[in-house]
């Protein structure tokens, strides 16, 4: 049975990518192209200098470290920018829900992000008094598939990663939390996340009607 749960931010509980997408967009603009929601599908669950090379990739510009720097920090600011307006009413359908009937049952609950900005975020949507512990991309170095952030996050839960059950939407996650030896929720696509033991189209599906 499940001890620990262990969720992914961007995706599973809100949805920031549509918020990364506008300021990797407008950084690609202020370089002279065009970046695609297509193109940003590939930097869901990616780090922030890792996402900065695939897109600096699709425009073919090659920047110098100290640019490319600049580049990142330029874009996290138009992204704080974004994501100080966010709001409870933004937690992706039944996500609130599932953590509170989570922590009913007993089972701890801790977040495995590659974001800097997690912490922020939760609490803006007014849910971070809800995990008992946060490992986002202030505390790891490896990213998804890497197993590291989920690894540290059943640590902090004082949990073995069999006892913890990782929920993920990007491919990388769900493999990084195999990797980790949790079982993995797959939240999308049954056909990109195939490796996952379950996959469901969102948190909404898992929240049980109680009458
Ligand atoms: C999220 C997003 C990624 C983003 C990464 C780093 O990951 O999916 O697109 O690049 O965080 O974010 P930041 O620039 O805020 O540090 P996750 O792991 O929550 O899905
Ligand atoms: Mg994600």
Known sequence: TMKGAI???DGVIVDTAKYHYLAWRALARRLGFEFTEADNERLKGVSRMESLRILLEVGGVEATEAEREQMAA???DEYVDSISKLE???ILPGAKEYLLQLR??????ALGSASKNAAFILARLGIAELFDAVIDGTKVSKAKPDPEVFLAASAAL?????????FEDAEAGVQAGIAAGCRVVGIGSPHILAAADLVVSGLHELVQSVR
């Open 88 to 90: 409870p009413s933004e």
């Open 74 to 76: 330029d874009k996290n």
């Open 104 to 109: 009913e049952r007993g089972v701890k609950i």
């Open 158 to 166: 004082a949990l073995p990663p069999s006892d913890c059950v990782v």
């Open 7 to 9: 969720f992914d931010l």
